[in-house]
């Protein structure tokens, strides 16, 4: 009998402690997210700087064209940001589904070195050959749509660490040009590819500012998997990223 006791004492005592347990795990689980929150959809802003590097190969080679300029066919460097909004759906606790659309603006630049031009001179009055350095900057704006997939790492009770992975489509809304020298001009132009395929790949933090609303930090690498050039030009872009938003998870 005072077996039977204790067995049920030690069995009752387990449960009550099991029990104990998984309250605890629920406690910590919702002081980063709440249980409702599951299978629900978080709203997100979101802005960052990209650090652009890119690549294009023409057919064009006449001598004095814009495509045929110094750093063709090497990486050429710019500056770019984005501006978007974004949903996330959860999965469950450890995966979560990035959609959203951004508006993307590139810039970069093609140089051409020391392009010999007649100028008269005010003083004496002849003309004189000088050299100049020419250059054509490049804009393209685009709306790009994320599919992300991101997957907890680490978690307290007041952050999370993910890494994030995906594809995205980038749809071209404006394609122009500047040049600083009006008489380098030639006919042969740049032809963008309306749709362009990209890959992306990440980590971040999830920071809770209040029970309701997340700060997201997140550096990533985002390149191309198509071409953004139209054949028989070819190219390519890598940009590296940093994002900062706010998520709003009720």
């Known amino acids: 009998m005072r077996c039977e006791i204790i067995f049920l004492s030690v069995f009752f005592l387990s449960i009550l402690s099991g029990k104990a347990q998984h309250d605890t795990t629920q406690v910590y689980v919702k002081e980063f997210l709440p249980a409702d929150s599951i299978h629900k959809l978080w709203l997100g802003i979101e802005g960052g700087l990209e650090y652009s590097d890119r690549y294009f190969k023409t057919s064009d080679?006449?001598?004095?064209?814009?495509?045929?300029?110094?750093?063709?066919?090497?990486?050429?460097?710019?500056?770019?940001?984005?501006?978007?909004?974004?949903?996330?759906?959860?999965?469950?606790?450890?995966?979560?589904?990035?959609l959203g659309v951004q508006f993307l603006m590139n810039t970069y630049s093609i140089v051409k070195y020391k392009q010999p031009f007649l100028s008269k001179s005010i003083i004496t009055g002849n003309d004189s050959l000088l050299y100049k350095d020419i250059g054509f900057d490049y804009y393209q704006s685009y709306l790009y749509f994320p599919l992300y997939i991101k997957h907890i790492l680490y978690e307290k009770s007041t952050f999370s660490v993910y890494a994030s992975g995906g594809t995205g489509l980038l749809i071209l809304l404006l394609d122009a040009d500047r040049n600083d020298y009006a008489n380098s001009y030639t006919p042969y132009q740049l032809t963008y590819n309306p749709l362009t395929i990209t890959w992306h790949a990440g980590v971040g933090i999830f920071y809770k500012l209040s029970p309701d609303l997340l700060l997201k930090i997140e550096p990533s690498f985002r390149a191309t998997v198509t071409s953004p050039l139209q054949h028989p030009d070819r190219g390519n872009l890598f940009n590296a990223l940093l994002s900062l938003g706010l998520i709003y998870t009720q």
């Open 61 to 98: 080679r006449y001598y004095a064209s814009r495509t045929n300029f110094t750093n063709v066919d090497k990486r050429i460097p710019g500056i770019s940001f984005h501006i978007g909004v974004g949903t996330y759906y959860t999965l469950n606790h450890a995966w979560k589904m990035e």
